[in-house]
Each structure stands twice: as C-alpha cells, then as structure tokens.
C-alpha cells in the first residue's frame, strides 16, 4: 500500500514509465496477433492507472509542498518529462480509440509545447549546460500527437507533425554534433541516448500517417532509426554499466516504437514477420527488468522528503 509520504514524493520523471507501459501495449497491438488482444487492453488500462496515480501526485505535491513542485519544474530536464504525460495519453487514445483522450492531450500539449520552447529561448545558457537526449521529448509529442489524431483533424495533425519534426530534427542534430565532438552527458543519464532511436522511429510512422504508400522519404527515416539502434547497442555496455536510475526507462519507449515501426515497415514491404516479433520479445523482457529494478530501488528513487 502507498502511503501520503510516498505518494508526495513520486518524481516527474516517473512518468516516462507509463509512457513506456503504452508503448509495449502498442507494439503489441501492431503485431496483429489476436491472441495478445486481451494482454494489450490489461497493459493500456495498467498505464492508465499509472497516469493517473503520477499525475494526481504531481498536483498533490504543487498543493503541500509548491517549494518542492516548483524546484521541481524549475529543472530543464524535469520539465521536459511533463510531456511523456501527453504522448501517453496520445498512445492510449490509439489503444482505446478514445478521440477524447486524445482532444485531452492535443490541449494539454500545445501550451505545454509552447510554454518549454520558450523557457528554452529565455535559458539558453542554462540549456548549453543541461543539454541532453531528454529535450527531444516534447517536439517527440507532436508527432505522437499527428500519428494518433482523428480523421476530421487531418489538417492540425500535419501542423503537429511538421513543427515536431523540424524541433526534434533540429535538437537531434545538435545531439550529434555534441557526439561528434565527444561532448558526452553526464553517465548517469546515458540511457537516455535510447530516445536517438524512438525519434527516428515516430517521424516514419508519423510520415506514413500522412504518405498513400511507402516513400522513399518513409524508408529513409527507418533506416535512420536502423542505424540509430545498431549504433546504440554497439556502445550499450557503456550505457548499462551506469548505476540504475529512472533514465532506464529510457530503454523502454524506444524500443516500443522501434518495435511498432518494424511492424509497419513489414506489413508495406512484405518482410518477415519474426523480426518483428524477436523485437517485441525484447520489449517486454527489457519493459519487466526496469520495472524489476525501479520496485527493488524504489526508496532510492523517491524525492527527498
């Protein structure tokens, strides 16, 4: 049972979980194996709970302890964590076919999108410092949000789309930039380079949202998302040999929409399905060990009281 001092000091950062939570379900769902059916609605109704439970700690935590909140939100990268709330909801009205649940999170994320690109503008010393794999976040939203969107808003989605993709190509331009100059974050946020991955991979599904049949363009941002991923695993004992924190569940939201993407991909081209099914497989295994892992560290992980 949670107590109130646990439920007040349940991180923003938390909410990456639920956002890998939907993920898995999604994959899943993408797979086309009936069989799953009944597991994919458990997952996405688990990750609505999820949602549920960081978001009301979010709001408890802004009524008892603002000081704390505001700190909170004062952090660049924590604040770009808010936005793994609306790609969430943007996942769970896919699962559910829940236009509502998606005009919730359109709402929430326009301003939320607005509000962190400005903050980014008026801090841009502070953002030079801070700069990470966790700011392709929030322009990552938009493009969940133009994959998920309802038919009559067609028109809005591809505005979601464009302004996510020239934010997210350009954050992740600079991301390389600072690779190639070995300009490396700090380690214990390593895991968070897995975000490289889902970018890619979200501008392919968000590319043939909008696409009659597969382009050369679509193929081109799957093998980015291929190249992104060999890249990842050739340096992925660097990556797991840092201590284990929430920037684990970076490896989950990746992989779910790598997963989803493949899935895609195969059913366009023709390609066989067990590959597809061997990455959903890793999905769920590396979903169950960081969920593992955060219940046996969970005192570690808590805000301080």
């Not at 969940?144 to 067609?154: A, D, G, L, N, R």
């Not at 023709?270 to 969970?298: D, E, P």
Request: proline residues 5%.
């Amino acid at each position: 049972m949670m107590s109130s001092n646990t439920f007040l000091r349940l991180p923003v950062t938390l909410m990456s979980s639920v956002m890998g939570v939907a993920g898995l379900a999604t994959a899943a769902k993408a797979s086309g194996i009936n069989a799953l059916a009944p597991t994919v609605t458990a997952v996405a109704v688990g990750a609505i709970v999820m949602l549920l439970i960081f978001t009301l700690s979010l709001f408890a935590r802004y009524r008892k302890k603002p000081t704390q909140y505001f700190d909170e939100m004062a952090n660049m990268v924590s604040r770009n964590f808010l936005s793994c709330g609306t790609i969430s909801l943007f996942l769970l009205s896919g699962l559910f076919n829940s236009p509502a649940l998606w005009m919730l999170g359109a709402v929430i994320q326009v301003p939320l999108f607005i509000f962190i690109l400005t903050r980014w503008v008026y801090s841009y010393e502070n953002l030079l410092i801070t700069f990470n794999p966790t700011f392709l976040i929030p322009p990552l939203a938009n493009v969940v949000c133009s994959i998920f969107v309802p038919e009559w808003f067609k028109g809005f989605g591809y505005f979601m789309f464009l302004v996510g993709m020239l934010v997210g190509g350009g954050v992740y331009l600079a991301l390389l930039s600072r690779l190639i100059k070995k300009s490396f974050i700090a380690k214990p946020l390593y895991p968070t380079y897995f975000i490289m991955m889902a970018t890619p991979s979200m501008f392919f599904l968000g590319q043939q949202t909008y696409a009659i049949r597969l382009s050369a363009v679509s193929v081109g941002y799957y093998l980015w998302a291929v190249i992104a991923s060999i890249a990842l695993l050739l340096n992925i004992r660097k990556i797991i040999e840092t201590n284990f924190s929430l920037a684990f569940w970076a490896f989950t939201f990746p992989m779910a929409a790598f997963t989803t993407a493949t899935y895609q991909y195969i059913q366009l081209t023709g390609a066989s399905l067990w590959i597809g099914h061997c990455l959903l497989a890793m999905t769920f295994l590396i979903l169950l060990n960081v969920i593992t892992r955060t219940v046996l560290n969970r005192k570690r992980l808590l805000l301080p009281q």
